[in-house]
């Protein structure tokens, strides 16, 4: 019995020891699902927060400071203007004949046209003033001499009627009579 005993108890002992591996295998393979069921948790919290932030995004504000570009850009402005200065210059000759001036055109303009249209409205008044002066005497003159020939007519007319007997003066005063309706 010794031997079966020997044996049963290196057939325990391995099952023991079968049994031991198979129960740290056992744990290890637990303690791996616990660590897989923990990531796949946390995993999924992030999910979740991640999903979150794609439902609310947040803006994205870029801020940056343009003002080393400006300077370089402004150097760059200032050294170009220089180099066109430095250039020699083209010598253009030009020969004009100005009627009037390039610079304050404006203010000559208004002084000369003002004065030109001051002196045309002066002389247009002037001679209107001498037309009418003209005409004005010509019809002085020719309403004096209408007034010497009625003159003349009125003395006729008295010496006439005072030299005649009654019967002209009759005729002349039919006369006048009738020259007195036809001017009314």
Known sequence: ??????????????????????????????????????????????????????????????????????????????DMKLMVAGQPKNVIRKFQLLLFPEQDAKLFYRVVFGRWFLWLAAMLLLTNLYKFSIHWSENQKEIQQQQLENNRIKKAWNLMYSQQGKGVKRIMDSAYEKAEECKK
Not at 3 to 28: A, H, P, Y
Not at 30 to 54: H, Q, W
């Open 1 to 78: 019995m010794d031997t079966t005993q020997k044996t049963g108890d290196i057939e325990r002992e391995s099952l023991e020891l079968v049994l031991e591996e198979f129960t740290e295998e056992q744990k290890l393979h637990t303690k791996t699902v616990d660590d897989l069921v923990k990531a796949v948790n946390v995993l999924s919290g992030k999910l979740t927060e991640f999903e979150g932030k794609l439902d609310r995004p947040k803006e994205v504000t870029i801020s940056t400071d343009t003002g080393a570009m400006q300077e370089i850009v402004k150097k760059g402005i200032i």
